[in-house]
């Protein structure tokens, strides 16, 4: 009960349903899932843990609020962690790796001509879990997606041209299978950087002000 529960509110968060900077009142949401009190402080718990809320001591719980030096400090982590994981693969790439990719990348093109984009995000996540998988580092990965957090909540509130976004993520994998089976790192990481910077590209948005709200749950 506990693991439902806390992918629904983080889906929400995620989704906007609970806005940035919106509280969340734990006796409402026990009252809604039907369960206590406590439970659903072990699951703010882990959502605080994963930068989805920020918890106010003796004030309350809060939707995280989209900030610019949040943003900034997650691209530098994204960015410096892909390249060097790039770096560290053994070229040539085996064939059975390149042979998953391409199988990620053909099902991302499958739920891409069904406009399932929230499947589509899953895909294209399960791409760059791949290639730290390959270096034996899929925890790193797991920490990434912590700060990738705020990133999908920004492209919910300022409603980004999804279709657009999804489609050129898409062909750079594509581009990135070629490099890596032509053992070309240097064009491999120059994708890279291009490829991680698209889901920022819009930062700038929030400016150095923190997006929220003060509505409550």
């Known amino acids: 009960m506990r693991d439902l529960i806390y992918e629904k509110i983080k889906k929400d968060i995620l989704s906007c349903t609970y806005e940035p900077g919106q509280k969340l009142s734990e006796a409402i949401l026990s009252k809604s899932f039907g369960v206590s009190r406590s439970l659903i402080r072990e699951v ?9 809320i920020v918890v106010v001591p003796k004030i309350g719980s809060f939707v995280a609020p989209i900030s610019f030096d949040y943003l900034s400090q997650a691209l530098f982590v994204r960015k410096s962690l892909e390249i060097a994981n790039l770096k560290d693969l053994v070229f040539p790439i085996l064939s059975s790796h390149l042979e998953l990719l391409q199988l990620e990348v053909d099902r991302t093109e499958i739920l891409l001509n069904l406009n399932q984009y ?15 998988l390959f270096n034996g580092r899929v925890n790193i990965w797991d920490y990434i997606k912590i700060f990738n957090n705020s990133v999908h909540v920004l492209h919910q509130v300022e409603k980004q041209d999804q279709e657009t976004r999804s489609h050129k993520l898409h ?6 299978i070629k490099h890596l089976r032509d053992s070309d790192l240097d064009s491999a990481i120059a994708l890279m950087i291009d490829h991680v910077s698209i889901d920022f590209h819009d930062m700038h948005i929030v400016a150095r002000e923190p997006f929220n709200n003060n509505q409550s749950l």
């Open 44 to 52: 703010l718990i882990s959502l605080e843990f994963e930068k989805l």
């Open 118 to 132: 929230e499947d589509v995000l899953v895909s294209t996540n399960e791409f760059h879990r791949l290639l730290f």
């Open 171 to 176: 062909q750079q994998h594509k581009e990135l």
